[in-house]
């Protein structure tokens, strides 16, 4: 059925065309306890099945522009607890991840993964899996759901490209100037916390100083102390002086031509991290821990650290930015800007995109704002179909000179189906600003008009707050924009494309960006509510960083209050009722509810059903299947019930297969034959869209080991139901 889903264009994950589509595979379920119990057999069995899986995944990822992520769940059934059971699985978690990993589009999260960003004592639940095949402990689907949340995040949002570190206390124990380099301390968390630094430095995360300290005390622990994981050759840049924080991190940023929305600032001092988050609001500004315990957190459950995906030019990035800094001294001592870019000896290539950089294409989309015409974020998978299919068509731009490569730091993407070149996206770096690389890049789409017969380029902007060397840039061009709401449509004759100044021409180059977009615009003023990345920081480290922190904070933050039902609430009246009125409670995330309170009237379904009865069990030792709600749907009844059963000592097993979801009503009975061993709860919101004319019964599945009197045969089983259907419609 899995893959007769990712086949299908028309299925759920075929009509998924944008986005992300997360497949969760639990392996053992494939295996049968009869058929694969023999040596060889479940390894055989999982073979096939991956060796058909795997296609199937790329078939769907190559047909919708959507990202696959797929999480390989926890082994729970009883074969696999043998040797040859457990290895089978094994091997075919490993060769799907293999498999799954070699596809663009694809991420993998191995079921080991899990455990340990979220360790748990007790994974399985027996009892929640014979009532309803829900496999797993409610800490356990507190960790997988916590862990699918984060690496969503980090598919999904704009990650942070540069890491500002204060000095004392927070690099080393103690204070340079007071002790000296020899004196401050390196101990092993701190040690550790470097080693990480150093680790997302090699991801692409730019790292800068920002001390109140004087520059020769601070470089010189970086000079003497061999210990130092952290490098002075890993820093790009520093601002090591006595002023206010906030204005060195507006400084920083103007320097490496990058929103203060892509930084993190790291600081032992609240008062530090304050002055920050109050005149640097767009910052995610964080107070370093003292404890060893806290910075462990910090490097383990800060989710803006988190990374998906590193591409050759994050690899690079700081010798990238260290090379910008040769150019700056050379771009302060010419005269002229063509002095400066011949200095430079600047080359630019412009070729169709080849398949591996797409990884770096989709990453631009994401995190250009500034010389992004349209700012179209897009995954691998979309730029694959777009080009693929020919949508569009795209080139790469890479730009080198004789410092050093840039890398791919352009990107455009454009149809030639219409009357005119329409230009989809138009983006470029901002190290590549101001050296008339976009002038090129124009000028090539100007070649490929005229190549195709096309008189003009239409080139849409979409205005942002960040975008404005891309408006600049068009608008040097004296040409009238059309207007569409908000959009604006620049028609560029090709004739002036081609003419488009290159690097020996005299076009004004565009302004030089700042932190918060040219030098020409203002600060924004500091904002309480542009805090609030950095508040929301600080409650997922206070509480999210463990299941049992997790389940209170869902606790905490999921309650509602009880339905308007007729009748008033009924405190519970014993100690049955009382456990059931807490087990409802959790369950159906109600503030308060009553003992007559129908269950389904309160929004109650299947799962929540599941993980009631299979609580009860645990805390009674009855085990009451949850079908008990559809003849005794309040907690007053199912209190009676539960103490008969303990009264009699009994296992709670009473209900017949037949069981009545809805018995009134003139029209032909429905009977409804559930095929697997979930509950038969979730037929009672079809008997309810019937209406009260149609009865409706539905048959418990039997013949599973939890049974007394399992069903041997097929046959047998099915004469079994005929019978009991036969006592309702003879």
Not at 306 to 319: I, K, L, N, P, W
Not at 447 to 452: D, K, M, S, Y
Not at 464 to 491: C, D, H, M, V
Not at 498 to 527: D, K
Request: some cysteine; charged content about 20%.
């Amino acid at each position: 059925p899995l893959c007769q889903e990712l086949l299908d264009p028309a299925s759920g994950l075929g009509r998924n065309q944008k986005g992300l589509s997360i497949l969760l595979l639990k392996v053992d379920r494939w295996l049968d306890p009869e058929r694969h119990a023999a040596p060889g057999a479940a390894t055989d069995h999982l073979t096939g099945l991956v060796a058909e899986l795997v296609p199937a995944v790329e078939t769907a990822v190559d047909r919708t522009a959507a990202t696959f992520l797929v999480v390989l769940c926890p082994a729970t059934t009883e074969l696999t607890r043998t040797a040859d059971g457990a290895r089978a699985v094994a091997e075919a978690e490993a060769a799907l991840r293999e498999g799954l990993q070699a596809i663009p589009g694809v991420h993998a999260l191995g079921s080991a993964e899990v455990l340990t960003q979220y360790p748990v004592t007790d994974v399985a639940d027996a009892t929640a899996d014979a009532l309803g095949q829900v496999p797993y402990t409610e800490d356990y689907f507190a960790a997988l759901g916590t862990a699918l949340a984060r690496r969503i995040d980090a598919l999904t949002r704009t990650p942070y490209k540069v890491l500002v570190l204060d000095c004392d206390n927070t690099l080393w124990r103690g204070v340079c100037g007071e002790v000296g380099a020899s004196g401050v301390g390196l101990d092993e968390p701190i040690l550790a916390f470097q080693r990480f630094v150093v680790e997302q430095a090699e991801a692409g995360m730019v790292v800068c100083l920002c001390s109140k300290n004087n520059f020769d005390d601070a470089k010189a622990v970086f000079d003497t102390r061999p210990e130092m994981e952290l490098r002075w050759d890993h820093v790009v840049a520093h601002r090591i002086n006595w002023e206010p924080k906030s204005a060195n991190l507006h400084s920083l940023a103007a320097e490496l031509g990058l929103g203060l929305d892509s930084f993190i600032f790291l600081d032992d001092s609240s008062y530090e991290i304050a002055e920050v988050r109050s005149n640097a609001p767009a910052v995610l500004a964080l107070q370093f821990p003292e404890d060893a315990a806290g910075i462990d957190r910090l490097m383990r459950h800060c989710w803006a650290f988190d990374r998906m995906g590193v591409t050759a030019e994050d690899r690079r990035r700081t010798a990238s930015y260290k090379e910008q800094v040769q150019r700056d001294s050379i771009r302060r001592e010419a005269s002229t800007l063509d002095d400066f870019l011949r200095e430079l000896a600047l080359e630019v290539v412009i070729a169709p995109l080849a398949d591996e950089d797409v990884p770096r294409a989709a990453q631009m989309t994401q995190r250009t704002n500034q010389m992004n015409a349209t700012t179209i974020r897009r995954t691998e998978s979309e730029i694959r179909g777009l080009c693929g299919n020919g949508a569009l068509q795209a080139r790469s731009v890479r730009v080198r000179d004789r410092f050093g490569d840039y890398g791919m730091v352009g990107l455009m993407f454009f149809d030639l189906a219409g009357e005119n070149l329409q230009v989809d996206s138009f983006l470029l770096s901002c190290r590549a600003l101001g050296r008339r690389v976009e002038q090129q890049m124009l000028a090539h789409l100007g070649e490929v008009a005229e190549a195709a017969g096309k008189v003009a380029i239409d080139f849409p902007v979409i205005p942002t707050e960040r975008n404005t060397p891309a408006r600049n840039f068009l608008e040097s061009f004296g040409i009238e924009p059309s207007l569409a709401g908000e959009q604006r449509s620049y028609r560029i004759p090709v004739a002036i494309a081609l003419q488009t100044p290159t690097l020996a021409g005299m076009a004004p180059p565009v302004p030089e960006v700042t932190g918060e977009g040219t030098a020409t615009e203002a600060s924004p003023a500091p904002s309480a509510t542009r805090a609030a990345p950095s508040a929301a920081v600080d409650g997922m480290l206070a509480t999210m960083t463990a299941v049992p922190g997790i389940l209170a904070a869902m606790a905490a933050n999921d309650s509602r209050d009880r339905p308007e039902l007729a009748g008033a609430v009924v405190e519970p009246r014993n100690a049955v009722e009382r456990l059931l009125v807490n087990e409802w409670k959790r369950a159906l995330h109600l503030s308060h509810l009553g003992i007559h309170d129908d269950y389904f009237s309160l929004g109650g379904r299947s799962l929540a059903a599941v993980a009631i009865f299979a609580r009860l069990h645990r805390s009674t030792g009855v085990q009451l299947p949850p079908e008990t709600l559809l003849r005794a749907p309040t907690i007053a009844e199912v209190a009676t019930l539960l103490a008969e059963a303990q009264s009699k000592g009994d296992s709670g097993e009473a209900l017949p297969s037949l069981v009545p979801i809805q018995a009134q009503g003139s029209r032909r009975p429905l009977f409804c034959l559930h095929a697997g061993a979930g509950s038969i709860l979730f037929y009672y919101p079809l008997a309810q869209r019937l209406g009260v004319n149609q009865p409706c019964y539905a048959i418990r599945p039997r013949g599973l080991n939890r049974d007394a009197v399992p069903h041997s045969t097929i046959p047998e089983m099915a004469t079994a139901y005929i019978q009991e259907i036969r006592a309702v419609q003879p």
